[in-house]
């Protein structure tokens, strides 16, 4: 079984950061889907690739929505991607915030060690593709290939100053999922 985890804001839906109300998304009405990425969903779910979605959302421990409304959205996510042929294995989410020094919140590999143990993943055998400078540390600290999109958080230019830099850069999830299935990222 061949697993690939995935970022969930910036990668396959529209990063919240600075036109929602307090830059996460709280509810439905503020989950758009990124353009390719339900592509990019289907193409994995086709060549039998399992995603496990990881994801921080601290929101929850600030108090800005509910543990209940991520699985709301989380249950229409995933109903959504069904529905145009993709499917999420599992997907694993940090409720805390930076303050709560907690081990699952990424750059730390928490959520990445639960999935991998969970799923008997060997994360040197997988891709971690997330939009940010924390994905690419989480997955570099697990081993994993780390593939950086241009889709949410983080410019080309910015990786030169990170400390750990992503194996590949793309501009979107689309992207990414057609060079890995094209075998161009052994």
């Not at 919240?16 to 109300?21: A, K, L, R, S």
């Not at 249950?75 to 997907?91: A, L, P």
């Not at 020094?101 to 994360?123: H, Q, V």
Request: charged share 30%; aromatic share 8%.
């Amino acid at each position: 079984m061949r697993y690939l985890f995935i970022d969930r804001d910036g990668v396959i839906n529209k990063d919240p950061g600075g036109w929602t109300e307090h830059d996460y998304i709280t509810d439905w009405k503020d989950f758009h889907f990124l353009p390719g990425a339900l592509e990019a969903l289907r193409i994995l779910n086709e060549k039998d690739i399992k995603v496990i979605i990881v994801s921080n959302q601290g929101g929850i421990s600030k108090g800005l929505f509910t543990k209940d409304k991520l699985d709301e959205i989380n249950t229409m996510m995933v109903k959504k991607i069904r529905e145009n042929g993709g499917d999420v294995e599992e997907s694993f989410y940090c409720p805390h915030s930076s303050a709560d020094n907690c081990n699952c919140r990424k750059p730390l590999p928490g959520m990445l060690e639960m999935a991998s143990k969970k799923y008997s993943i060997d994360p040197k055998k997988t891709y971690f593709i997330g939009d940010d400078k924390r994905d690419i540390m989480a997955g570099k600290s697990m081993g994993c290939k780390t593939v950086l999109v241009l889709s949410g958080k983080s410019s080309s230019q910015e990786t030169s100053e990170w400390q750990d830099k992503p194996d590949y850069i793309f501009d979107n999830l689309l992207d990414a999922v057609n060079s890995i299935i094209k075998g161009d990222l052994l």
